[in-house]
């Protein structure tokens, strides 16, 4: 792979990966591989699913990309689909190339209708590659540290008997952009109480509650999307990832409030691949597989599987330190007193056992987040290899090269 720029702080131990299915990679060598890592949390249905396959197959045998004067009526189609997911009926989508750009398009929406200067966030977000969502410039944001609101015990609801609380500037801000669970990729979930108060009161000061749902959605939670946890009446919700199940293709959507507050007034964000018939046909296939497969449910169980068995781990091997999870979407960080290298070991070894797990870089947290459609045997072989290596009671097996 010397012809290619790879991402920074990421080794390539894989590097001859010849096919993919479900659940499994395949390499050169024979290996087999279970991706609890769904392809960076893309794959939601598994790798090569029939119904992708057969979308892409059909709709790219029609027409996959239109210019800006002509289109399919799938995209009308597949958009009444998504909105009908968050209750959007007469709202409206914009179909991009990832979650970047879903966001950085629903941003710009919220700009151009905002009465007010600032965008809250909350500091540990993470919204894309580029863009004004990923500077985060000082007159455009206002970032929260909600790190000690975790332990409020507080009743009732944040209030400016709270310093915190009251030095939120409310009377500034248009919107509060919210990712409700990945954290940059260390999987932190906010309090309910915190973030039902927030939205209210910046709806109160008649501004946006905009979602990004691009790790969190799709049922990588329990639901089918994150903010759902939170009971939350979002104006704006971008989906990104497991709705193109490998595919490259994202979706910003629109409340019906939002798009008749915006009008006739354009949004100055122009792509080659906007609204492409073919990332539509993809989205409109994982939708509909999720709803008929039951995936959802499938992932609440598995997730609960996973979780109970991660907790008799740490109970057994006094290894691990914390447990995040959430439906599918898990972190498990390693005890205090681990050294950095002792993760990276211990990823390794599983790596060699035939198990893919992330490294967060430079942090001794592991994420699993399998796709939905892992069954019980795999997450049962991989707690048992998941303790015996924690125990160095294995070198792993294989040495992973495939």
């Known amino acids: 792979m010397s012809h290619l ?56 045998a029609q027409i996959s990309h239109t210019g800006y004067a ?17 209750g959007f009926a007469e709202g409206k989508c914009n179909f991009l190339c990832s979650g970047s750009e879903a966001v950085e398009f629903s941003v710009r929406v919220a700009q151009t209708v ?50 915190r609380w009251a030095a939120i500037p409310f009377e500034y801000l248009g919107g509060f952009l919210f990712e409700p669970g990945s954290s940059s990729g260390l999987v932190r979930f906010p309090p309910q109480k915190l973030i039902r108060s927030i939205a209210a009161a910046v709806k109160a000061n008649d501004g946006l509650v905009l979602i990004n749902e691009v790790t969190t959605g ?16 979002p104006d704006s919700v971008v989906m990104g990832k497991g709705i193109g199940n490998g595919y490259p293709v994202s979706v910003a959507a629109f409340s019906p409030g939002l798009v008749k507050r ?10 080659s691949h906007q609204n492409d018939p073919l990332g539509a046909a993809v989205a409109r296939a994982v939708i509909d597989t999720i709803t008929a497969e039951g995936l959802i449910e499938r992932g609440r169980q598995m997730g609960a599987l996973l979780k109970s068995g991660l907790k008799g781990v740490q109970a057994r091997t006094g290894k691990i330190g914390a447990i995040r999870a959430r439906g599918l979407m898990v972190a498990v960080e390693l005890a205090d007193a681990s050294p950095l290298d002792f993760t990276t070991r211990v990823q390794a070894q599983l790596l060699r056992a035939g198990f893919i797990v992330a490294q967060r870089p430079d942090l001794n947290v592991l994420r699993i987040d399998p796709p939905l459609t892992i069954g019980e045997r795999d997450i049962t072989e991989f707690l048992e290899t998941f303790e015996a290596v924690l125990s160095e009671k294995t070198d792993g097996g294989k040495d992973g090269n495939g």
Not at 120 to 128: A, E, I, P, R, V
């Open 114 to 163: 905002k009465p007010r200067p600032l965008l809250l966030t909350l500091s540990d977000s993470y919204f894309g590659a580029y863009g004004a969502a990923r500077q985060q410039a000082a007159d455009e944001w206002y970032a929260f540290d909600w790190q000690a609101c975790a332990a409020c015990e507080t009743e009732g609801n944040c209030n400016a008997e709270c310093s």
């Open 218 to 233: 799709m049922g990588r939670t329990g639901k089918w999307f994150g903010y759902q946890h939170y009971e939350l009446a």
């Open 5 to 60: 720029f790879w991402y920074p702080g990421y080794e390539l131990p894989l590097k001859h990966i010849t096919r993919a299915e479900n659940c499994y990679l395949y390499a050169a060598d024979g290996q087999r591989y279970v991706d609890l890592e769904s392809g960076v949390w893309c794959t939601a249905i598994g790798h090569s699913h029939p119904a992708v396959l057969e979308a892409l197959a059909r709709q790219a």
């Open 70 to 86: 002509y289109s399919n009526s799938i995209l009308e189609e597949v958009a009444r689909a998504v909105l009908e997911l968050h």
């Open 262 to 271: 915006l009008g006739d007034r354009p949004v100055l964000y122009a792509q």
